[in-house]
């Protein structure tokens, strides 16, 4: 005897195989539209996958995996109008230039970011920078980040598993364009710089790393602000300026200590009343004690302490001892296969500009070489000046109610660029051009 369906019960079952057909198909059809010739066809689709959030962007990748993998096996691999066309839809759906390489999804308005780090448990990591991170000539940091940290197969994991993406323009990036006046030009951005917030699903701020970080350290980084995050989970306002305040006082204090004993290993002075305060065969810095923090005590003479020893080793750390000290983390900078390839493949016709046909492996090689270098000495320079600066900020605004005035205090004091100078210290009234308003131009 056959079964009898009512039908009620045929239209639900219709309805809901129909639903799951949709949610399989649509995203894949989405993508197939994204990469279409036809503009009128493709920027519909693209905005579609972007309104989607992350589940647009692994439209994208489940269905061009293929070709994705070919770009990322062959970095030298030239460039299909096919392919560009795919790039360029990847890049608007994830709002990340290169994002091929990294599959990241960016938030760009912040109260969604908030509601999706509500929604996963997890805490945001909010850049802000000069430029977009979606475009080409965004701040020269910003384009690091993109090569050394996005593209790296191990961070890229860590941030789309553990993290919630957003980032933020402070101002446009300022672009300079030198006319040889032969037909040769080149172009590039000036000043500026980035940093990475920490955050919680309500926006308030754990912690920041300033400037460009190696993998290693900013890996670390990471992972001491998320497990912050974790034990902040369920305390009051109280609680938590507490353990923030407690925490913040630690980190300057195990930034001190690694400070000094790097001066040591590399052959520099440390200063004696660091030596007096520790071990004379492992001299640290001053012990932070663990006792909670009241508001009252949160005053400038008690953060001057609290930062004292890094002002004094920053004092006998020059130039040359800078360089001393990176070569200590050399290996915090090594760039791994996937950010190389990446750089492999944007400076694979740079060198025809001094006559040669195309890159030989030496010359790249040396290239790689020499901005890992670059990224150890940023690395121990930020965490060491900028970071322990910021700690100490966060000590005395342990609430983190208000990112934007910290941001602000930032790019005003940390990396002396406020928004009161339009001109990002580039120009100045006292200096004389020999030019015309000297110089300046403004569009009408």
Known sequence: MRPKYSGSFLLLFLL??????????????LALKAVSENSAESA??????????????????????????EQVSNPLLAATPEWQRLSAALD????????????LYWYTDFDQAKAAARAAGKPILSLRLLGKLNEEFSCANSRFFRTVLYSNA?????LRDRFILHWQSVRPAP????????????????????????????????????????FWPFFRGLENAEQVFKELQGKDDEGRRVALANYHRARIDAIATAWTADTGKSGGKIPESL?????????????????????????????????????ELGRVTD?????R????????????????????????????????SEATEAQLASLIRNFQRSIALDSVRNEYLLHTKLHAWLIADASGDDLNALNEKVYAELFLTPRSDPWLGLLSPDVYAGLEGGGVTRSK
């Open 325 to 356: 000290i990176a070569l200590l983390h050399a290996d915090d900078a090594v760039l791994d296969l996937r950010s190389q390839a990446l750089i492999r493949r944007q400076n694979a016709n740079l060198f025809a500009a001094f006559g040669a």
């Open 175 to 214: 672009r300079v364009t030198i006319d040889f006046g032969d037909g040769r030009k080149l172009e590039r951005t000036l000043t500026g710089n980035s940093i990475h917030y920490v955050l919680d699903a309500a926006g308030r701020t754990i912690d920041a790393l300033p400037g460009l970080y190696g």
């Open 275 to 311: 030596v007096a305060r520790g071990d004379k065969k492992s001299p640290r810095a001053i012990t932070v004690a663990p006792a909670a923090i009241t508001k009252m005590a949160i005053e400038a003479p008690i953060l001057g302490s609290i930062t004292r020893d890094a002002e």
């Open 92 to 103: 608007a759906v994830s709002q990340q230039k290169d994002s091929y390489l990294s599959g």
């Open 319 to 323: 130039e040359a001892a800078w360089r």
């Open 16 to 29: 809901v195989f129909t639903q799951t057909l949709y949610a399989k198909t649509a995203p894949k059809a």
């Open 44 to 69: 519909p689709a693209i905005a579609e996958l972007r309104a989607m959030g992350p589940a647009g962007l692994n439209a994208l990748f489940q269905t061009y995996a293929r070709e994705i993998n």
């Open 154 to 158: 191990q961070m890229s994991i860590l």
